[in-house]
């Protein structure tokens, strides 16, 4: 019994310690990375002149490399989305400066070139008649793109590319649009892979719906800091704009008519100090720096417009010392008093009784009451919400290093031999989300995790027909996208979590229904434990907190061993779509560092899509993952008792090919 109450009591000492340690070093490291980034970047820029270098770093730029370039691909599949496409494009890249230029790297660091000549059919690639000798249809297509995307984009060119691809079905013409870009490119230009498209998005049908994925919504988000934090900063300016119209010789010139005193001079003094440090902080925005000089003629500027002086400073002091100043003002000081006693008070407390009794305490916005009933209840919850930022913060680092490093002793690759650069893609056919809903209703899981159970059913097969031993349990990297971001930008940072999927189940061997149980464990798992993960992952999406405080040869070292044993990216993209004329949709997030595959379940409408990005030597073993996808959900389906639901569609679809693709 000792024991058990011990042990919480050492690893809350031991994390507390470890988190007081971490603190300190992270904030010294911020500063010498951060300062070491700087001169860095001033000395390629010295050195290179003609070239912009990108200041900004992010994970996804450490860990590029030959082997995984970083280019994000979205296909769409539509009824118009091909017409006007040059036109669109050639708009595009009018108003987008990056848009035109060529990616380099000098000297480790990412730098643009601007080319001389740009034209947009060098970017703008259409399919030819036929593939291999036969022409291009559902056969075949997955064939064709996977080729297509196997191909590097050129480096003297600005690395984006659309490719229209017109496939024949049953002799009827259908469009395909390829959108391979960057992600620095859409990172630094603020822009969706669907941006290269001209499409048309109706906001009538958005339903802005909370997606069920596990892998969002790790943690409430905080209520009561930002409310109060924007009550204060509304107070402040209130009261600071008060100030103003009171104090301030620009607002009233009657200030300085007269003699001022001593507290009248300190106020002055207070809006020239604050409209300079404001002053300040607007020109730090737009320049890297200021010199003294500039700094000390900011401040005799903010102090000539309201005549601040010595001399203003020296007749306050003398007037505030003179006896029958000092007379005058104890007198109106008492009078002040007296009044405020018996006249003012009562008054006062008359009114802060009726804001007690009344419900409607808004009524009565001057009161302390009213002031209390808003801001006591906020502070409370506030300081619950710090209490548990805090508890998340201090277990952090010792969760973070369980998880990474501890938990999971054994590794995983997805391919043994050691991978080429070339991106090979596959996708399977439309799973349909009433028959995974159905599912879901009878087990108890999130569609998601039924989903996942599919995923790693197709996985047993790939490993049986590939030359890689299976392991126990494939480690995956797994983020939320939805799919707002995928074609409407927003600024809503995801973050990662890492769960085990488990290829072989304690009790029975290839039992579908234990291998859905033990994913949900272990994705519960994650979602209890991995708050921290999936914070810190998601402030370095937004602001870049991993990369300001790590170096980043430490920082590619340390993740490119964390990807050797999570080989596996996985994106799940849910959401409705509000975009016209597209009848399908497929993204690929590319692998990053030693990952070997990159996964994607995306939903588009009413069916659900296994996307596979790989390396080009695993093909074309990654068909058999789409190929046997759907095919899964069927059999889990059939194990339960779920009746399948009938096709939606008659007519085959070039993104549902009717043979299976790469045999």
């Given at each position: 019994?000792?024991?058990?109450?011990?042990s919480?009591m050492v690893?809350?000492?031991?994390?507390f310690?470890?988190t007081?340690?971490?603190?300190?070093l992270l904030l010294?490291?911020?500063l010498?990375?951060?300062?070491?980034?700087?001169?860095?970047?001033?000395?390629v820029?010295?050195?290179h002149p003609s070239?912009i270098?990108?200041?900004e770093?992010?994970?996804?730029?450490i860990?590029?490399?030959?082997?995984?370039h970083?280019?994000?691909?979205?296909?769409?599949?539509?009824?118009s989305?091909?017409?006007?496409v040059?036109?669109?494009?050639?708009?595009l890249?009018?108003?987008?400066?990056?848009l035109?230029?060529?990616?380099?790297?000098?000297?480790?660091?990412?730098?643009?070139?601007?080319?001389d000549y740009?034209?947009?059919?060098d970017?703008?690639a259409?399919?030819?008649?036929?593939?291999?000798?036969?022409?291009?249809?559902?056969?075949?297509?997955?064939?064709y793109i996977?080729?297509?995307?196997?191909?590097?984009?050129?480096?003297?060119?600005?690395p984006?590319q659309?490719?229209?691809?017109?496939?024949?079905?049953?002799?009827?013409?259908?469009q395909?649009?390829?959108?391979r870009a960057?992600?620095?490119?859409?990172?630094?230009?603020?822009?969706?892979l669907?941006?290269?498209?001209?499409l048309?998005?109706?906001t009538?049908?958005?339903?802005?719906?909370?997606?069920?994925?596990p892998?969002t919504?790790?943690?409430?988000q905080?209520?009561?800091?930002?409310?109060?934090?924007?009550?204060?900063?509304?107070?402040?300016?209130?009261?600071?704009?008060?100030f103003?119209?009171n104090?301030?010789?620009?607002?009233?010139?009657?200030?300085?008519?007269?003699?001022t005193g001593?507290?009248?001079?300190?106020?002055?003094?207070?809006?020239?100090?604050?409209?300079?440090?404001?002053?300040?902080?607007?020109q730090?925005?737009?320049?890297?720096?200021?010199?003294?000089?500039?700094?000390l003629?900011?401040?005799?500027?903010?102090?000539?417009k309201?005549?601040?002086?010595?001399?203003?400073i020296?007749?306050?002091?003398?007037?505030?010392?003179?006896?029958?100043?000092?007379?005058?003002?104890?007198?109106?000081?008492?009078?002040?008093?007296?009044i405020?006693?018996?006249?003012?008070?009562?008054?006062l407390?008359?009114r802060?009784?009726?804001?007690l009794?009344?419900?409607?305490?808004?009524?009565?916005?001057?009161?302390l009451?009213?002031?209390?009933?808003?801001y006591?209840?906020?502070?409370f919850q506030?300081?619950?919400?710090t209490m548990s930022?805090?508890?998340?913060?201090?277990t952090?680092?010792?969760?973070?290093?369980e998880?990474?490093?501890?938990?999971?002793?054994?590794?995983?690759?997805?391919?043994?031999?050691?991978?080429?650069?070339r991106?090979?893609?596959?996708?399977?056919?439309?799973v349909?989300?009433?028959?995974?809903?159905?599912?879901?209703?009878?087990?108890?899981?999130?569609?998601?995790?039924?989903?996942?159970?599919?995923?790693v059913?197709?996985?047993?097969?790939?490993?049986?027909?590939?030359?890689?031993?299976?392991?126990?349990?494939?480690?995956?990297?797994?983020k939320?996208?939805s799919?707002?971001?995928?074609?409407?930008?927003?600024?809503?940072?995801?973050?990662?979590l890492?769960?085990?999927?488990?290829?072989r189940?304690?009790?029975?061997?290839?039992?579908?229904i234990?291998m859905?149980q033990?994913i949900?464990?272990?994705v519960?798992?994650?979602?209890?434990?991995?708050?921290?993960?999936?914070?810190i992952?998601?402030?370095?999406?937004?602001?870049?907190?991993?990369?300001s405080?790590?170096?980043?040869?430490?920082?590619k070292?340390l993740?490119?061993?964390?990807?050797?044993?999570?080989?596996?990216?996985?994106?799940?993209?849910?959401g409705?779509?509000?975009v016209?004329?597209v009848d399908?949709?497929?993204y690929?997030?590319?692998?990053?560092?030693?990952?070997?595959?990159?996964?994607?379940?995306?939903r588009?409408?009413?069916?659900?899509?296994l996307?596979?990005?790989?390396?080009?030597?695993?093909?074309?073993?990654?068909f058999?993952?789409?190929?046997?996808?759907?095919?899964?959900?069927?059999?889990?389906?059939?194990?339960?008792?779920?009746?399948?639901?009938?096709?939606?569609s008659?007519?085959?679809?070039?993104?549902?090919?009717?043979?299976?693709?790469?045999?």
């Open positions: 019994m000792i024991g058990i109450v011990i919480p690893n809350l000492g031991f994390s310690a470890l007081t340690f971490l603190i300190p010294i490291a911020y010498v990375v951060t300062w070491t980034r700087k001169c860095w970047i001033r000395f820029k010295w050195k070239y270098v990108v200041e770093n992010s994970i996804r730029s860990l590029d490399q030959g082997r995984n970083g280019i994000c691909t979205l296909l769409v599949q539509g009824r989305i091909v017409k006007g040059r036109n669109h494009l050639a708009h890249t009018s108003t987008r400066k990056f035109k230029s060529a990616l380099f790297t000098r000297w480790g660091l990412y730098v643009w070139k601007e080319l740009f034209s947009v059919d970017h703008l259409t399919s030819p008649s036929s593939f291999r000798g036969r022409p291009i249809t559902e056969n075949n297509i997955q064939d996977s080729d297509v995307t196997s191909k590097f984009l050129p480096r003297r060119l600005p984006w659309v490719h229209i691809v017109t496939c024949f079905v049953r002799g009827e013409e259908r395909i649009c390829l959108v960057h992600h620095l490119l859409l990172r630094q230009e603020h822009l969706t669907a941006d290269f498209l001209p048309k998005y109706s009538d049908n958005w339903t802005c719906q909370e997606s069920d994925s892998f919504n790790l943690y409430a905080p209520y009561a800091l930002p409310r109060l934090r924007q009550m204060l900063i509304e107070s402040f300016s209130n009261y600071w704009n008060d103003l119209y104090n301030d010789p620009t607002e009233r010139p009657e200030i300085l008519k007269k003699r001593i507290f009248q001079c300190v106020k002055i003094a207070t809006i020239v100090l604050i409209c300079t440090l404001k002053e300040l902080a607007r730090c925005r737009k320049s890297e720096g200021l010199k003294f000089l500039e700094v003629s900011i401040v005799r500027r903010e102090s000539s309201r005549n601040f002086t010595s001399r203003l020296f007749d306050s002091i003398a007037k505030s010392f003179n006896p029958i100043d000092v007379l005058y003002t104890c007198v109106a000081l008492s009078w002040y008093m007296v405020t006693s018996f006249l003012k008070t009562p008054l407390l008359v802060e009784l009726r804001a009794q009344s419900r409607h305490r808004h009524c009565y916005p001057d009161t009451t009213y002031t209390l009933s808003c006591l209840p906020l502070m506030a300081i619950r919400e930022i805090s508890w998340i913060a201090v952090a680092p010792k969760i973070i290093i998880e990474l490093f501890f938990k999971y002793p054994q590794s995983n690759r997805l391919q043994t031999i050691s991978p080429c650069g991106k090979v893609v596959a996708w399977s056919e439309e349909d989300v009433e028959l995974v809903r159905k599912i879901a209703n009878v087990t108890g899981a999130t569609e998601t995790e039924i989903l996942l159970a599919a995923t059913d197709a996985l047993k097969e790939y490993f049986k027909h590939s030359a890689v031993n299976v392991p126990d349990d494939v480690f995956a990297t797994v939320y996208v799919q707002r971001a995928v074609f409407l930008r927003n600024h809503e940072a995801r973050g990662i890492c769960v085990a999927l488990p290829t189940t304690p009790l029975f061997h290839d039992d579908l234990e859905l033990v949900q464990r272990n519960q798992d994650a979602r209890s434990r991995q708050s921290a993960i999936y914070a992952t998601a402030a370095e999406t937004s602001c870049g907190l991993i990369s405080c790590v170096p980043s040869i430490v920082l070292l993740l490119n061993q964390l990807s050797k044993r999570y080989s596996l990216c996985l994106t799940h993209v849910d409705d779509l509000p016209e004329g399908g949709a497929v690929w997030r590319p692998p990053q560092g030693n990952c070997n595959m990159s996964m994607t379940l995306h588009h409408g009413n069916g659900v899509r996307g596979i990005m790989g390396d080009a030597l695993i093909g074309p073993q990654h058999i993952v789409a190929r046997t996808f759907p095919k899964s959900v069927c059999n889990l389906a059939g194990v339960l008792g779920v009746p399948r639901a009938p096709s939606r008659p007519s085959p679809n070039p993104l549902n090919p009717t043979t299976s693709p790469g045999y």
